[in-house]
């Protein structure tokens, strides 16, 4: 449906009227004349409208934003190779690691506790923090050449992957794009397992397997995950041109169509050049910066996901649809604060799917907030704790998920931009 | 302009009054007038005719469409060259008037009309969620697209108060509004109809769209609630609160 709604259906009134012509000779000139040519005429006219209409709403600008951030999740021994969407986070953890023994022991001698790997956790993030919180122990036994020592363990912090999130922050901002909140609940699942304890050993035995009992969390912890992005780190040759401009010499720096495949989407990736402007232009992507010598520019290639579901693990992403209300809200860039507006942002995100918006009160005190800011590294930017009203949204869900709390984070994370007045936040019924 | 008082002009002012009638554009018929007054568009037998019978509307298409009709509305061409293809004339000429009525009616058209009607499609569509959508659903499309105007205005002004109280008096004209004097974020809204669980829902769903998140509002139905010194509020049958 266009804006054209009630379009006079003239192929049909010719049929219908032609049956009215007694006259057989008069019905088929009838029928030639205006049921051909003049329904080819009335059609192109209407095509034409078409057209207008899709030009008048193709006026408003499409707001400039930073490319579809999606995240994944893969157990290390299933990652095809050939993937063309998701990506490790970091590639070392496709390799089983060694673990050294002299290190532990070293560590455990002087009193500290030794980093073994990641796990992830498929449970509540809020469950994982409490146990990490409470320094929860769990008992297992190291094998060795020479038979098993038993240990105990410690689960704390993992926060190298979301430390990648918070590293693509200037990066955004280097590619002068606003910034949007990235949907990655995986990353808050992840926690570091410490040894903090080993009765025995030796220096030179050489571990073979760690074997942790995760008693009543035997489920949902999982050794061996590879959290997964879209993004691939992506080097490019470029070519560079002093080009005159007014009163000074800008420094061009020409990356090729060649080496920038069309699909996927760039960004430069953190540099130490001082970077004046960037552009696209006839599929090149042009630098400027005050750095003469040309060189290979480091950047982030950013895939485009189709797949809504990956190695058994849902995709989650801060995808967002484009509506003509969007353009429109973002071009007159008015403050809209009802309820609908609310939804309408809420809603345009791809993972809103799963939930229903069920209340929205501006509140002196909030209680019982569920969700987190998933933007914890530019909270500053927020000046947290100095707003006189919470707005509190209560969502319902579709389904019971392990991530919910995790995507309604997200959203409300993403709305507190657009309300910097209040505190946002969300609660699940 | 009061509705119904003018008389009828063009070719859209009897296809806009058909609509109103409930008749679809098929339902109408246009003939070209025997005697038709060299000052107007329409024939029919007397000047402030308002209404659109079923009988073919007369029409003399050379008040604005000379340079089309000149040739197969020439009397030589009906009444001589062309006598025996009159019937074909006649259904070639109501065809062609049906194109230009639609030419017409798309006259008006302004950037600001295509935004309304592209925010209505999208507030049906569901991108403003379903509680809107259920809304705009169940309104007459007349209504539906003072919806979108006024989603409009509060998109191109922002929300605020005077915006909720001028799609207030559009959605529900009979209805009175109320600002607290002590606490003005209260508002107490005054619908003058009978409560029932579709309008109930539609007044939520209005809500959602226009009223300030920073702003309640108390609805009364069909009762009005008593005003100490308006005796004409001051009834049996009152709403206290």
Redesign the interface.
């Known amino acids: 449906?266009?804006?054209?709604?009630?379009?006079?259906?003239?192929a049909?009134?010719?049929e219908?009227?032609?049956m009215?012509?007694?006259?057989l000779?008069?019905?088929e000139?009838?029928r030639d004349?205006?049921g051909d040519m003049?329904t080819q005429?009335?059609q192109h006219?209407y095509e034409e409208?078409h057209g207008l209409?899709q030009r008048?709403?193709a006026?408003l600008p499409k707001p400039a934003e930073m490319p579809d951030l999606m995240t994944g999740l893969c157990p290390r021994t299933k990652y095809d190779l050939t993937d063309k969407e998701l990506y490790p986070m970091d590639s070392d953890d496709l390799r089983k690691k060694e673990i050294p023994a002299a290190d532990i022991l070293w560590h455990l001698q002087k009193g500290e506790s030794y980093a073994l790997f990641p796990v992830f956790f498929a449970g509540e993030t809020e469950t994982l923090q409490r146990l990490v919180r409470e320094r929860h122990t769990f008992s297992g036994t190291v094998k060795t050449a020479f038979g098993e020592v038993a240990a105990t363990f410690e689960l704390r912090p993992c926060r190298r992957y979301l430390e990648q999130i918070a590293a693509l922050y200037p990066v955004v901002q280097q590619n002068a794009l606003p910034w949007r909140s990235v949907l990655s609940p995986y990353l808050y699942k992840f926690a570091e397992v410490w040894i903090t304890s080993l009765e025995g050993g030796q220096e030179d035995m050489s571990v073979q397997r760690v074997i942790i009992d995760y008693a009543e969390f035997r489920d949902v912890i999982h050794e061996d995950m590879v959290p997964l992005w879209n993004i691939q780190p992506w080097e490019v040759n470029a070519s560079c041109y002093p080009e005159p401009c007014m009163d000074k010499t800008a420094y061009e720096h020409r990356l090729y169509a060649n080496q920038l495949p069309a699909g996927s989407q760039y960004l430069v990736a953190r540099s130490d050049a001082a970077i004046r402007n960037l552009r696209w232009q006839d599929g090149e992507f042009i630098i400027s910066c005050d750095q003469r010598v040309s060189g290979a520019w480091p950047m982030l290639r950013i895939y485009p996901v189709a797949s809504r579901e990956k190695y058994g693990y849902r995709v989650y992403g801060n995808n967002h649809n484009q509506?003509?209300?969007r353009n429109?809200?973002e071009s007159?860039g008015?403050?809209?604060?009802?309820?609908?507006?609310i939804?309408?942002f809420l809603?345009?995100f791809a993972c809103m799917e799963d939930f229903e918006?069920q209340d929205?009160q501006?509140r002196k005190k909030a209680d019982k907030i569920a969700t987190y800011s998933t933007e914890a590294f530019i909270d500053y930017e927020f000046r947290t704790g100095s707003r006189e009203y919470t707005?509190e949204l209560v969502f319902q869900a579709k389904q019971q998920d392990y991530r919910n709390v995790d995507v309604l984070s997200f959203l409300v994370t993403s709305l507190q931009h657009y309300f910097p007045e209040y505190t946002c936040a969300g609660r699940l019924v | 302009m009061q509705e119904g008082w003018y008389e009828m002009n063009f070719i859209w002012d009897a296809a806009l009054r058909a609509r109103k009638q409930g008749m679809r554009k098929e339902d109408v018929a246009y003939v070209p007038a025997e005697d038709g007054s060299p000052y107007y568009e329409l024939s029919f037998d007397y000047l402030n005719r308002s209404e659109v019978g079923p009988e073919p509307v007369p029409v003399n298409a050379l008040y604005r469409f000379s340079a089309i009709f000149q040739y197969l509305l020439h009397p030589d061409v009906r009444y001589l060259l062309e006598k025996d293809k009159e019937e074909f004339i006649q259904k070639a000429f109501d065809s062609l008037l049906h194109i230009l009525c639609e030419v017409d009616l798309h006259h008006g058209i302004t950037r600001q009309e295509c935004y309304v009607r592209k925010l209505r499609q999208e507030l049906l569509g569901g991108v403003f969620g379903q509680g809107a959508a259920a809304l705009t659903g169940s309104l007459t499309q007349k209504e539906q697209l003072v919806v979108a105007e006024e989603l409009l205005h509060t998109i191109r002004c922002g929300s605020s108060l005077q915006g909720f109280g001028q799609a207030f008096h559009r959605l529900f004209p009979k209805g009175l509004l109320y600002q607290s004097r002590f606490t003005p974020n209260e508002l107490y809204a005054y619908l003058d109809e009978p409560e029932d669980q579709a309008r109930e829902r539609a007044w939520q769903s209005f809500c959602q769209l226009f009223l300030p998140l920073d702003f309640s509002v108390r609805v009364f139905w069909q009762p009005h609630f008593g005003i100490l010194g308006l005796d004409g509020t001051m009834k049996d049958d009152i709403a206290l609160f």
């Open positions: 449906m266009g804006i054209f709604t009630d379009e006079f259906d003239l049909g009134y010719v219908q009227q032609a009215k012509i007694d006259g000779q008069n019905r000139l009838f004349i205006i003049f005429l009335y006219m409208y209409e008048m709403l006026e509506s003509f209300a429109l809200i007159y008015q403050r809209i604060k009802t309820r609908g507006e939804e309408r809603r345009s918006l929205v501006l707005l």
